[in-house]
């Protein structure tokens, strides 16, 4: 069965160290890949998306992600975070069907430390 | 732009009572619409989508319903609620073929 995975519930990190949220997914073939951000009590907005070609893709708010085939993955990074990129992030896959049947992982919870 | 509107933004009803959800997207045509629910502390759950007008599809089974009246309006209803009605609401929209989903604010809805 598809599914994506976050290994990581929760996250703290201090204001300007890096940060790396993790992601795998179960599929048969390459999904799209998305990860999103939702602020408490809000929605989700889109960071960024991956759907073929360069498998580092660069996205809003100083955020990248590398796609990689042979592990599953598709983690998140960023350089230098700031106190306003406390949030949950979820990473998403698209199973290419023909309404964009998306499966969300459960989502990992930042907190940053100023 | 695309815009979408969720409302109402909270939501307490007591147990039993009926339940209506609103979604509308402006801007575009066509788009596949979605509810999804996210219970505290957890992933989305895919309730339904819609590629169309009064074409519902539903992902698991459950107290709920939808409805498509108009192209860029989906309605999430329930009869009767139930305490693990209780959760976030969200609905979304894309566009056909592959392409990120757009979130509304979502609908915090408590059943009591």
């Known amino acids: 069965a598809q599914s994506v995975t976050q290994p990581d519930i929760h996250i703290t990190v201090s204001e300007g160290a890096s940060l790396e949220l993790r992601c795998n997914y179960s599929?048969?073939?390459?999904?799209?890949l998305f990860w999103y951000v939702q602020s408490p009590g809000q929605g989700l907005q889109l960071l960024l998306k991956?759907?073929?070609?360069?498998?580092l893709v660069q996205g809003i708010k100083g955020f990248e992600a590398e796609f990689k085939r042979s592990q599953s993955s598709f983690n998140l990074r960023k350089p230098s975070v700031h106190w306003s990129d406390a949030a949950e992030y979820f990473c998403?896959?698209?199973?290419?069907?023909?309404?964009?049947?998306?499966?969300f992982g459960p989502g990992t919870s930042l907190s940053v430390i100023p | 732009s695309q815009t979408i509107h969720q409302w109402p933004a909270t939501l307490v009803q007591p147990v039993g009572s009926p339940l209506s959800l609103e979604c509308t997207v402006e801007?575009?045509?066509?788009?596949?619409l979605y509810w999804y629910r996210q219970a505290a502390g957890r992933g989305l759950q895919l309730l339904f989508y819609?590629?169309?007008?009064?074409?519902i599809s539903s992902e698991v089974p459950q107290n709920l319903s939808a409805s498509r009246p108009q192209d860029r309006q989906f309605i999430l209803s329930s009869k009767k609620l139930l305490l693990s009605d209780s959760g976030f609401y969200l609905c979304?929209?894309?566009?056909?073929?592959?392409?990120?989903?757009?979130f509304g604010n979502g609908t915090r809805l408590t059943v009591t």
């Open positions: 979304a929209w894309s566009i056909r073929e592959a392409s990120p989903l757009h």
């Open positions: 599929y048969g073939a390459t999904p799209y």
């Open positions: 991956y759907f073929s070609g360069d498998t």
């Open positions: 998403a896959v698209d199973l290419k069907t023909s309404y964009d049947k998306v499966i």
């Open positions: 801007g575009t045509s066509n788009p596949n």
């Open positions: 819609s590629i169309g007008i009064d074409q």
